[in-house]
Nanobody, 125 residues
């Protein structure tokens, strides 16, 4: 089992940047694929980005491709989401999630077994 704690959210103007972090504890971090999802008020939780256990494979939602970058540091047991050129529509609670690294890396919410509590990111226009 792994425990996840997100940080780094906040209020930023459109065009600005935020860097989210997700610190893991418990079982070896390198045995998990990691992902970020987000949920805006009144909307379903949606996929943002995912990274394989080794960091060698990444996936992005079309809406964030070219603006967001997911990365991980297995020694620090942390996954990051660098968010640049932020837009008001990026406003949401951002959640970190983990799934077994022995399975395929996916973008589906239902495939992820462990979740953090979320961190709020608000982009003002």
């Amino acid at each position: 089992q792994v425990q996840l704690v997100e940080s780094g959210g906040g209020l930023v103007q459109a065009g600005g940047s935020l860097r989210l972090s997700c610190a893991a504890s418990g079982r070896p971090f390198s045995s998990y694929h990691m992902a970020w999802f987000r949920q805006a008020p009144g909307k379903e939780r949606e996929f943002v980005a995912a990274i394989s256990w080794s960091g060698g494979t990444t996936y992005y939602a079309d809406s964030v491709k070219g603006r967001f970058t997911i990365s991980r540091d297995n020694a620090k047991k942390t996954v990051y989401l660098q968010m640049n050129t932020l837009k008001p529509e990026d406003t949401a609670v951002y959640y970190c999630a983990a799934k077994s690294g022995s399975s395929l890396l996916t973008t589906q919410r239902r495939d992820y077994d462990y979740w953090g509590q979320g961190t709020q990111a608000t982009v003002s226009s």
